[in-house]
């Protein structure tokens, strides 16, 4: 079975603060990939990162960070000097490649106040 | 945007009713995932289509039942609506599947759905 926690369920932080958001995964599959979304109140889910289970490389874009580490099975998500467009729920999924889900947590409500 | 689209946007229905969902993929894609989100939750998976076949189900009734047609566009179906299936219904499209799968899947922006 295939889990997926976000243990924040909400944070609140000022404009201009560093975020870190945390996901914890578990699977038995040795092979799967890992996502973040961000769902603004419109409710699209918008793609922001893909990261393979091969591949412990931390990605940074722009303000946005991504800590991949396998042996605690995290995959967190950092956003540096936040601005109140970043407020938003965010996801972090796990995607199956043999059943083809994606398996997703609960969300983090991220508020950034100005 | 991610060029997949749904209709309707909103819908009400009453229990015990019928409901027929549709999603139009981007383009070149030919898998579509449907997904079920609650107040509150995370997307939970219902099932997959690679063309026109199910590929993959999760933990949701017969009563859920989906269309993939040749043009890759696609129908999510519920039959005998209850209360609870007032959610938020996301389909998702992506490319391949196997080993050739292209795993990103690009979200449309959903469906409202409100059970009275």
């Known amino acids: 079975a295939q889990k997926v926690t976000q243990a924040q369920t909400e944070i609140s932080v000022v404009e201009k603060e560093d975020v870190t958001l945390d996901c914890v995964y578990e699977t038995r599959d040795t092979t799967y990939y890992l996502f973040w979304y961000k769902q603004p109140p419109s409710g699209e889910l918008v793609f922001l990162i893909r990261r393979n289970s091969f591949d412990e490389q931390n990605e940074i874009s722009g303000r946005y960070s991504w800590n991949f580490q396998k042996s605690t099975s995290s995959f967190n998500f950092t956003i540096t000097a936040s601005q109140v467009v970043d407020s938003a729920v965010y996801f972090c999924?796990?995607?199956?490649?043999?059943?083809?889900?994606?398996?997703f947590g609960d969300g983090t409500t991220l508020t950034v106040k100005p | 945007e991610t060029g997949v689209t749904q209709s309707p946007t909103h819908l009400i229905k009453t229990r015990g009713q019928q409901v027929t969902l549709r999603c139009s993929s981007q383009s070149g894609h030919n898998t579509v995932s449907w997904y079920q989100q609650a107040l509150g939750q995370g997307p939970q998976f219902i099932f997959q289509?690679?063309?026109?076949?199910?590929?993959g189900r999760g933990n949701f009734p017969p009563r859920f039942s989906g269309l993939q047609f040749p043009n890759y566009s696609s129908e999510l179906n519920v039959n005998a609506l209850e209360l609870d299936d007032s959610a938020l219904y996301l389909c998702a499209s992506s490319s391949g599947t196997g080993g050739s799968r292209k795993e990103t899947q690009y979200f449309g922006p959903g469906t409202r759905l409100l059970v009275l």
């Open positions: 999924a796990l995607y199956n490649t043999n059943a083809g889900k994606s398996t």
């Open positions: 289509y690679y063309r026109e076949e199910e590929n």
